[in-house]
């Protein structure tokens, strides 16, 4: 069974500051993808980024990147330049061969101004 | 192209009853999946449907249900509600699995 591993509950930001939330996961699988979800208080789960286990390249979406690290199977989302609109829940997840999302416990990010 | 809708948006019910929500895909999306977020429990898989047929399912008991029909919008039924049923439904949609799932809004549902 796969599992994911989000270990910070919170986490705290300035505006305009570089914040970098962090993820393991496990699993036997070797062909599988990975995904940062946004959860703002709306509660309108929004898809952040994505990873293909076999590509090497890390993804990047404008202000947000991933370090996919598959040996050590990690996976953290780096946020850059933080905005006040960053600010709220994100789930790390894992789906492999059966379709099936597996998610972290999140974490609830918030953005000093 | 319009996004993942669920409908109701909320639902308030009493212990014993049944309810129904509903979902409709992203337009040529074939998969719908749903979940449930509780506090305690985070969000957990309840069940996948690919043309119409139960691909996966997850650890609930069989008074969750659900079905998908010919233009790939779903439903789900809960039976006899308990009041840990209390939970935000969220349903995904994908072209096929696996592959990246587009959430729609939730139904938030109450069980007094």
């Known amino acids: 069974a796969q599992t994911v591993t989000q270990s910070q509950p919170e986490m705290s930001v300035q505006e305009a500051e570089t914040v970098t939330l962090s993820c393991t996961y496990d699993?036997?699988?070797?062909?599988?993808?990975l995904f940062w979800y946004k959860q703002p208080p709306s509660r309108q789960m929004i898809l952040v980024i994505r990873q293909e286990a076999y590509k090497q390249q890390n993804a990047t979406e404008n202000r947000f990147s991933v370090n996919f690290q598959k040996a050590a199977k990690s996976f953290s989302l780096k946020i850059s330049d933080s905005q006040l609109g960053d600010a709220a829940m994100y789930f790390c997840a894992f789906t492999g061969a059966n379709s099936k999302l597996t998610f972290g416990k999140g974490i609830t990010l918030s953005v000093r101004p | 192209k319009a996004g993942v809708t669920q409908t109701p948006r909320y639902l308030i019910k009493t212990r014993g009853q049944q309810v129904t929500l509903s979902c409709s895909p992203i337009?040529?999306?074939?998969?719908v999946s749903w979940y449930q977020q509780t506090p305690g429990q985070g969000l957990q898989f309840l069940f996948e449907y690919f043309s119409e047929t139960q691909r996966n399912k997850g650890n609930f008991p069989g008074r969750f249900s659900g079905r998908q029909f010919s233009n790939s919008r779903s439903e789900m039924n809960v039976s006899t509600l308990e009041l840990g049923d209390s939970a935000l439904y969220l349903c995904a949609s994908s072209r096929q699995g696996p592959d990246t799932q587009y959430f729609g809004p939730g139904t938030r549902l109450t069980v007094l």
């Open positions: 699993t036997s699988e070797s062909d599988y993808y």
């Open positions: 337009s040529g999306h074939r998969s």
